[in-house]
């Protein structure tokens, strides 16, 4: 979510998405497939605002360690939660459901 949040957002470039896919080591086909699809979003978002208002990570177990999850938190649009309670809590202030 945060590299298709990163594309529909105008802070990455198609080109700049399939290089943040192989570094990442998303497989070829994938990367491929989506690099493929990654103008056609562009296009069809063209004027439009970012699509993503907010990405919700449910920590599960133990839990990943936050030097694991720090590439993909985006300040402001990222909440880490730890049970359902907590997701609604934040999609609440966010104004995202009553």
């Known amino acids: 979510y945060a590299l298709y949040h990163r594309l529909t957002?105008?802070?990455?470039t198609p080109a700049q998405l399939q290089a943040?896919?192989?570094?990442?080591?998303?497989?070829?086909l994938w990367a491929d497939q989506i690099a493929?699809?990654?103008?056609?979003?562009?296009?069809a978002?063209?004027?439009?605002?970012?699509p993503v208002r907010?990405?919700?990570?449910?920590?599960?177990?133990?839990?990943?360690?936050?030097a694991e999850l720090a590439p993909w938190i985006l300040p402001g649009?990222?909440?880490v939660h730890d049970d359902?309670?907590?997701l609604r809590a934040a999609l609440r202030a966010?104004?995202?459901?009553r």
Do not use: K, M, N, W
Not at 20 to 28: F, G, K, N, T
Not at 36 to 43: D, E
């Open 54 to 66: 907010g990405i919700f990570i449910r920590r599960t177990g133990a839990g990943v360690p936050a």
């Open 36 to 43: 493929g699809l990654a103008p056609q979003v562009v296009a």
């Open 94 to 97: 966010q104004g995202l459901i």
């Open 45 to 50: 978002l063209a004027g439009q605002p970012a």
């Open 9 to 12: 957002s105008g802070q990455l």
């Open 77 to 79: 649009l990222t909440v």
């Open 84 to 86: 359902s309670a907590a």
């Open 20 to 28: 943040e896919l192989r570094a990442r080591d998303v497989s070829a």
